[in-house]
């Protein structure tokens, strides 16, 4: 099963909670991944040393899930371009599954840009954005089908006041790579 499958099969009323929070235990390794508010894609280029890249999954009009539709503060009938993709580390490795709402509310005037971003990160558009804003970021911990667990975090930016949801997925193969400082 895909990180893709295992996020989209949680049940509607998962907690997320804030990342710095004691109200769960998150292994030492997980700690400074989950919490940092900087740009996630600069500590993986750090940790990849250089073999960082992003492989787009998907890309796509569709209605968010209630809970991202919650999280936004929109209706959950309304249609959002929902990106899908894999931050790939050394030896192409998936590293972190990514899941991008963008209520095409959010996709007008200098944030059309984000309509073309290809296969750059949204992190490298995102944090050059002087307007940038970031709720507190909040943790959780998935599980699949086949109760294999995963870390994840998620936040609501905002560009010129206009939201957009990210959620990342720590992969497996993240368990064996160091934050870099």
């Known amino acids: 099963m895909s990180a893709r499958e295992s996020l989209l ?3 509607p009323h998962r907690q997320w909670l804030l990342a710095g929070s004691n109200s769960f235990r998150v292994p030492s390794h997980w700690r400074p991944w989950l919490a940092d ?6 500590r993986l280029r750090r940790a990849a040393g250089g073999e960082f890249r992003v492989r ?3 890309e796509r ?7 991202e539709a919650r999280a936004l503060g929109i209706s959950p009938r309304r249609r959002a371009l929902i990106r899908e993709v894999e931050l790939l580390g050394r030896r192409a490795e998936p590293w972190v599954f ?3 709402v963008i209520p095409a509310t959010t996709l007008t005037g200098t944030e059309r840009r984000l309509l073309q971003l290809g296969s750059r ?3 490298s558009y995102l944090f050059r954005d002087p307007s940038l804003e970031r709720a ?7 599980k699949d089908r086949r109760h294999q667990h995963y870390w994840a975090r998620r936040s609501v930016f905002r560009l010129h006041g206009k939201p957009l949801l990210v ?3 720590f992969l497996p193969a993240m368990e064996h790579v160091q934050y870099p400082l």
């Open 9 to 11: 099969i949680q049940p």
């Open 37 to 42: 508010s900087g740009s996630l894609t600069q």
């Open 56 to 58: 787009v999954l998907s």
């Open 61 to 67: 009009w569709q209605c968010p899930t209630a809970d």
């Open 98 to 100: 990514a899941r991008t």
């Open 121 to 123: 990160s949204l992190g």
């Open 136 to 142: 507190p970021l909040r943790a959780c911990r998935l």
């Open 167 to 169: 959620c990342e997925v």
